[in-house]
């Protein structure tokens, strides 16, 4: 008898039960490892993404309010001061809601008849006030001060946009972090004359310097404007 046939004879099933796994499985676990490393990165790449997403932030969404008030009509047509309805932005961390009263300041003789502005003179009549819808709402855990922030040469329109050319109120910006701390680290860039806080589509000239501004204003550092308690308290 052949011994060395018995022999391969012998070996040829030890090595056909060494094989437990396809040739392919290297292939497949290295596809594997770096598409779960792809999907975690793409993963991530749309959270960014939609958390930055108008859907998310709210940004450019008009609300519909009880009675369609157009910022674009009474202050881009007729010229009214953001003050003489937000009267506390100067020394309030609110800017403030105007009571009916200052509607129908004018509108107990214009429109006093329109449809449309029956929600208003029905609130004046019974003293309750007209449930606006929020269109600019911070979280509870971030402070903001428009008195702060008006007085130190921030415009109206640098956070809420053009209100002149809106005919119904909407989110200009994100409001997230990262568009606040744009400004905190170089308010240099966004601060303007006191004189010319709200003044829409307001461009500061050459001869105006930021830098001088903010020294004026007595601005604080960047460190201290970046630091968590300023808006986390």
């Not at 881009?76 to 309030?92: A, N």
């Not at 502005?117 to 609130?123: G, I, K, N, Q, T």
């Not at 640098?158 to 680290?185: F, I, N, Y």
């Amino acid at each position: 008898m052949d011994v060395s046939a018995l022999r391969d004879t012998e070996e040829t099933p030890d090595r056909r039960m060494s094989q437990i796994f396809h040739h392919s499985t290297n292939t497949v676990s290295r596809v594997s490892i770096f598409g779960a490393a792809f999907l975690a990165a793409a993963a991530l790449w749309l959270t960014l993404q939609f958390s930055r997403s108008p859907y998310a932030t709210g940004e450019s969404v008009v609300r519909s309010q009880p009675v369609p008030f157009s910022h674009q009509h009474h202050m881009g047509g007729m010229g009214i001061d953001c003050r003489y309805c937000h009267t506390t932005v100067e020394v309030s961390a609110s800017a403030g809601m105007p009571p009916t009263k200052t509607c129908m300041n004018c509108h107990s003789q214009i429109w006093n008849q329109s449809a449309m502005l029956e929600p208003v003179r029905e609130s004046f009549r019974t003293d309750k006030s007209i449930e606006w819808i929020r269109v600019h709402d911070l979280p509870d855990f971030a402070y903001f001060a428009h008195a702060s922030h008006v007085n130190r040469g921030i415009g109206c329109s640098t956070c809420h946009g053009r209100v002149d050319r809106m005919p119904l109120m909407a989110q200009s910006a994100s409001l997230q972090m990262e568009w606040c701390l744009d400004c905190h680290r170089d308010p240099s860039r966004y601060v303007r004359p006191l004189d010319h806080i709200t003044t829409m589509g307001y461009v500061r000239p050459a001869s105006v310097n930021g830098a001088d501004l903010v020294r004026d204003y007595k601005i604080a550092g960047v460190a201290e404007l970046t630091s968590c308690s300023v808006c986390h308290r």
